[in-house]
């Protein structure tokens, strides 16, 4: 029986929605260890008896891997089709985790973590350019986000019990069963991406591509240099740990809101718009938290930086997905958001150290993040 219209339309809008579920849930399962991290590190220590520097050891082999998977993907992003490279990098996933949950040494489970790293990075690289081929830009990286935020949030609401019970294997062996149940989606994977030689050679000018990925190595630099620090400025500002954990639990949920908000404007509204206004509240929030802030003054600044950066994010990514229908420059954006991952602490750390408080890491950070609004505005193919 021949297909008709309207059955190729369903056809493809199944397809789609395959592929936005495979993007949500694999984009989320890659950095839930990372996305749980206080957790996992105090079992760490816990269970292990391992340092500080061990412990950041770990958790910077697991980043730095994450981010090398790029290299590679330069390679075979071009020649593998992308749903068997799902499977391949899920597969990888799995047994990585698997074995980390019967490691034998420190060493062995920083090679083990460094291999399954490499598999997780593998995958969002995938889930980056899959997005990217959907074409709902804003709506699609609000789900990428919100995805991972949401797991992240219940990690560290379930672990600590399964630490109880389980011992630290529970964490690894949690996240090898969810990528197993979740193996059927790699088939939802394109085939093929976009003809690079078609699309992307007239829709990619280089000082336009250049020019978003500092967009997005700016605002990783800003929010991962103030969040990493966020609890010290409370503790400076003599607020009590217990409140400001306590606020730092709401402003996870708050940021939870703001990549559900991205994902219901951003096709409603002109994305300039909320750029705009995303960035300026941003750079409003760190600046609340110079001085010595009250309780009240910590608890808004805190919320609306986090619901602020998980709502532009989305916006900013939509808008470096639409230069190019290849999916290359999604590839280099991995590697970018690792740079600003690690650098952006290092370099706060640095400002903290040398000028003994807080103000010009704040100003540093604001002055980051309203930098990019000229940099996204500029990178964009139109409007």
């Not at 799995?94 to 420190?106: D, E, L």
């Not at 690079?196 to 190595?217: D, E, Y």
Request: hydrophobic share 60%; net charge positive.
């Amino acid at each position: 029986m021949p297909t008709t219209p309207i059955d190729a339309t369903r056809d493809l809008s199944s397809a789609a929605c395959l592929r936005m579920a495979a993007v949500v849930v694999f984009a989320a399962l890659s950095p839930a260890l990372l996305m749980t991290a206080p957790a996992v590190a105090g079992q760490l220590a816990s269970q292990l008896v391992l340092s500080p520097v061990q412990i950041g050891q770990l958790f910077s082999v697991e980043l730095g891997a994450m981010s090398l998977a790029t290299v590679p993907a330069w390679f075979w992003l071009k020649r593998v089709p992308p749903n068997r490279a799902a499977l391949l990098a899920a597969v990888i996933f799995i047994a990585g985790n698997i074995a980390s949950a019967t490691f034998v040494s420190y060493p062995a489970l920083l090679v083990l973590r460094f291999m399954t790293a490499l598999g997780a990075g593998s995958l969002m690289i995938l889930c980056m350019v899959s997005a990217a081929s959907l074409g709902q830009g804003s709506r699609v990286y609000g789900l990428w986000l919100l995805g991972q935020l949401v797991l992240g949030a219940i990690g560290l609401q379930v672990l600590p019990g399964l630490f109880a019970h389980y011992g630290l294997s529970a964490c690894y062996l949690s996240l090898a069963l969810l990528a197993s149940l979740a193996l059927p989606l790699t088939r939802a994977f394109p085939a093929r991406l976009a003809n690079t030689q078609r699309q992307s050679a007239p829709s990619l000018p280089r000082a336009k591509a250049v020019t978003g990925l500092l967009a997005i190595l700016c605002f990783y630099l800003s929010l991962s240099g103030v969040w990493t620090f966020i609890g010290e400025l409370a503790q400076a500002a003599g607020i009590d740990a217990a409140l400001s954990a306590q606020v730092l639990a709401i402003a996870t949920l708050m940021g939870i809101l703001g990549a559900a908000l991205a994902t219901f404007l951003g096709t409603r509204l002109p994305r300039a718009i909320l750029i705009v206004a995303g960035l300026g509240l941003m750079a409003v929030a760190i600046l609340l938290l110079q001085g010595q802030p009250s309780l009240a003054r910590f608890a808004v600044a805190a919320m609306a930086f986090k619901a602020m950066w998980t709502f532009v994010l989305p916006l900013v990514l939509a808008c470096v997905a639409e230069l190019d229908p290849s999916g290359r420059l999604m590839n280099a954006t991995n590697l970018v958001i690792g740079a600003g991952l690690a650098a952006g602490p290092a370099l706060a750390g640095q400002l903290l150290q040398d000028h003994g408080q807080s103000r010009p890491l704040l100003f540093a950070a604001a002055a980051l993040a309203l930098l990019v609004l000229p940099l996204i505005l500029c990178s964009r193919t139109r409007g």
